[in-house]
T-cell receptor
Framework: DAKTTQPNSMESNEEEPVHLPCNHS???????IHWYRQLPSQGPEYVIH???SNVNNRMASLAIAEDRKSSTLILHRATLRDAAVYYC?????????????FGTGTRLQVTL | DTEVTQTPKHLVMGMTNKKSLKCEQH?????MYWYKQKAKKPPELMFV???????INESVPSRFSPECPNSSLLNLHLHALQPEDSALYLC??????????????FGSGTRLTVV
């Protein structure tokens, strides 16, 4: 599986934007970039995914570098409820069964 | 229904007990997964079922036995576990098939303690 590299932790002030980086220099052409987050005492939650173009949804935006070797998850206005571990994962969708392999993720702290 | 439901939420079992974890989804997803998560660590994949057939076993010890009775249900049978098997067990589901690019939906997990 192609690997991702994320900072261990980041801090943000409430109401400010947060940019969570992810490096994936060995990404292949069939890998989708997925982001999940895990709040304390809960299962992971899907946030967003993309292949080549930038993506927006109600939770976040995903900016993908032109060479696809890195991506950035953007939370436009962080709230205390966004404090979680954020995982950047490459999902290979070739074959009939694919697997989602979690890396160590970035622990986001949001303060008042 | 857009949820994955796991029962029980908490389970304490002795090393000689046999117990089962259950997972249910009604989203029409044909791929289902078991993950194990130790404290402060990322989830680790254990098993993948695709169209009710076991497609991936990540070298999990035989004391963990998965079962997929139908497309909506996934069980994990536990027998002769060790204290180090204590963890949060997460079930997930997703659309499957070549080219499927949907996200996974996770349940909130079963917190297992082996005594």
């Amino acid at each position: 599986d192609a690997k991702t590299t994320q900072p261990n932790s980041m801090e943000s002030n409430e109401e400010e934007p947060v940019h969570l980086p992810c490096n994936h220099s060995t990404i292949s052409g069939t890998d989708y970039i997925h982001w999940y987050r895990q709040l304390p005492s809960q299962g992971p939650e899907y946030v967003i995914h993309g292949l080549t173009s930038n993506v927006n949804n109600r939770m976040a935006s995903l900016a993908i570098a032109e060479d696809r070797k890195s991506s950035t998850l953007i939370l436009h206005r962080a709230t205390l409820r966004d404090a979680a571990v954020y995982y950047c994962i490459l999902r290979d969708t070739t074959g009939t069964a694919s697997k989602l392999t979690f890396g160590t993720g970035t622990r986001l702290q949001v303060t008042l | 229904d857009t949820e994955v439901t796991q029962t029980p939420k908490h389970l304490v079992m002795g090393m000689t007990n046999k117990k089962s974890l259950k997972c249910e989804q009604h989203m029409g997803h044909r791929a289902m997964y078991w993950y194990k998560q130790k404290a402060k660590k990322p989830p680790e994949l254990m098993f993948v079922y695709s169209y009710e057939k076991l497609s991936i076993n990540e070298s999990v010890p035989s004391r963990f036995s998965p079962e997929c009775p139908n497309s909506s249900l996934l069980n994990l049978h536990l027998h002769a576990l060790q204290p180090e098997d204590s963890a949060l067990y997460l079930c997930a589901s997703s659309q499957e098939g070549q080219g499927a690019i949907s996200g996974y939906t996770f349940g909130s997990g079963t917190r297992l303690t082996v005594v």
